[in-house]
């Protein structure tokens, strides 16, 4: 029988459900003037009354950048360098690139405008400010920055996140860096969807919010899914840029079948030369890497769900996703990730809510094993299912104990003369005394 998931488990469960749950993060719009220097360290530029003001229905920006100080190829000294923008714009026109290069060329320097005599720290108070970019046309751009350290251990350089705008509103774009400071935290991959977001959302007009869907903590739905279809043996294919990232997340859906073992097909990372296995009618659990995705859509698939890790969506989907676990027992699942707030309830408890999803739907499989005389146990299908008393429920089993996951789970007990003293049973035993004390109760109230 499968052993509990440990601590590693954990964590790449975690680091997975932190792909994919979300939460809408509300931005209150207001002027440059309702929120005067708001966490700045250098002078509020962006409040100068030349500067255009905001109207609803403008865009919200034009790039984020991530700026780092990268070494001189000689001397020890350090020149800030963009090492991530988005979005990366393509077939410009020759008067649009050249004008997009002198932007972008400009920034750097105005993200460590206090030279470049940098050194690597343990300790830097972040700082918000931003700075004013005027066009031949006298057209102005805002920067608004967030320079800290990052997050690891020894020393650091700084880095800076900047958002390229034209709008000025100083307050709430330092909200913005700061959902874009929690998402790098956890990976650049969920940066995307929050600022795709962004940049599709038109500006709020003044005193209105905007509601944002981005992939971070609190409904959990899309992790569901893909939780849903390996309970029912699909082909799932992960593409992501890393090698890491394809993994982790594959050994953390894996993970997320507990006490049951997915037997099928299963490679994190599918090498060039066997990009085929994406063709194969039979289940899978893949990873591949993003830059064979024309190949990957172009292959004859049928009934897949095609995950893309980099942005936080479905590429593929069989369309019933949704509808595959019991309403009420998605919810409580949903209600359950929701109480995990820190990185490290998510990695030690993340497991607990779908190992509860099993137990209540199937935690009842051993009084359904009938046994000969030699010990030999055959286990009663029907009657199994039929026990349940939620119709929905049953629908789910019903199909679920017709899995190799099941089958091979049940044929184990079935060799089994007492159910296994594991974290699984330990769970079960939990949920019946529960039971029994909730009749109890309600005995008592009559």
């Known amino acids: 029988m499968p052993r509990r998931p440990g601590k590693m488990e954990g964590q790449v469960v975690g680091g997975m459900l932190r792909l994919f749950r979300k939460r809408p ?19 509020e530029r962006a409040q100068e009354p030349c500067l255009p003001s905001f109207v609803g229905g403008q865009h919200f920006f034009e790039y ?16 800030p360098t963009i090492t991530y923008q988005f979005p990366k714009r393509e077939n410009l026109l020759r008067g649009q690139q050249e004008e997009e290069e002198r932007l972008l060329n400009a920034i750097p320097l105005f993200c460590f405008p206090d030279g470049n005599e940098w050194a690597a720290l343990t300790e830097y108070s972040r700082e918000t400010f931003s700075f004013v970019l005027t066009n031949v046309d006298g057209s102005r751009k805002i920067g608004y920055c967030r320079r800290l350290l990052p997050s690891g251990p020894g020393p650091r350089l700084p880095k800076v996140y900047c958002i390229i705008s034209c709008i000025g509103c100083f307050g709430l774009f330092s909200k913005i860096l700061d959902e874009v400071e ?80 997915w037997a099928h097909t299963y490679i994190p990372v599918v090498p060039e030369s066997l990009l085929a296995t994406v063709c194969c009618p039979t289940p899978f659990m893949v990873g591949v890497q993003m830059r064979f995705l024309q190949e990957v859509m172009e292959s004859p698939m049928e009934e897949v769900l095609l995950v893309n890790l980099c942005e936080g ?20 699942i949903l209600d ?15 497991s607990g809510p779908f190992v509860q999803f099993f137990v209540k739907t199937v935690g009842h499989y051993a009084s359904y094993i009938k046994r000969e005389a030699n010990g030999q146990g055959h286990f009663q299908e029907r009657a199994f299912y039929k026990a349940l008393t ?16 099941f089958s091979l789970f049940i044929q184990e007990a079935e060799k089994s003369k007492n159910p296994p003293a594991g974290y699984f049973q330990q769970k079960i035993l939990e949920y019946e005394e529960q039971k029994k004390q909730k009749k109890s109760r309600e005995k008592a109230v009559k």
Request: glycine residues 6%; contains cysteine; aromatic residues 8%.
């Open 182 to 261: 929690k998402r790098h935290q956890i990976s650049m991959a969920v940066i995307y969807p929050f600022m795709q977001g962004l940049r599709e959302a038109a500006f709020p007009a003044p005193g209105k919010t905007v509601t944002l869907k981005s992939f971070i903590p609190d409904s959990g739905t899309e992790i569901l899914q893909i939780f849903a279809s390996a309970v029912l043996e699909r082909r799932i294919i992960f593409l992501a840029e890393g090698l890491s990232t394809l993994s982790q997340c594959i050994h953390a859906a894996a993970a997320l079948l507990y006490p049951f073992s």
């Open 390 to 405: 939620s119709k929905a429920n049953r629908r789910f089993v019903k199909k679920f104990v017709k899995t190799q996951l």
């Open 64 to 79: 984020l950048l991530v700026v780092s100080l990268k070494k001189k190829r000689s001397g020890d000294d350090y020149e």
């Open 336 to 350: 359950s990730l929701g109480q995990l707030k820190t990185s490290e309830q998510t990695n030690e408890n993340v």
């Open 313 to 332: 969506t479905f590429l593929m989907s069989v369309g019933d996703e949704k509808d595959i676990l019991p309403p009420k027992l998605q919810d409580d």
């Open 25 to 43: 993060p509300r931005l209150r719009a207001g002027s440059v003037q309702d929120n005067p220097g708001e966490a700045a360290k250098e002078p």
